[in-house]
């Protein structure tokens, strides 16, 4: 029984490591540079746009996290109440 999980782990982890090379492999060149319209040939300016609110998005990040962790105290102590 202990050939056969080192047999599958040696397996498991040789694909892991091929799939994870392969795929490296499969990834595009760089960005072609930005067109030369201006825009740091003689002075580094600022990129266009940006000034992206992540405000919103951070509490609502936050607040998924608190909640998760409220249900996860939750659960551990219904278990723990049954088992007693």
Do not use: D, W
């Not at 040789?14 to 040939?41: C, D, K, R, W, Y």
């Amino acid at each position: 029984m202990r050939n056969y999980v080192k047999v599958m782990a040696g397996i498991c982890i040789t694909f892991l490591v091929i799939s994870m090379n392969t795929n490296v492999l499969a990834q595009g060149g760089p960005p072609p540079p930005p067109p030369g319209e201006g825009h740091g040939q003689t002075t580094n300016l600022p990129p266009e746009g940006g000034n992206a609110p992540i405000g919103n998005g951070l509490a609502f990040l936050v607040s998924l996290g608190i909640g998760y962790g409220i249900a996860t105290i939750m659960k551990h102590r219904q278990t723990t109440q049954e088992e007693a």
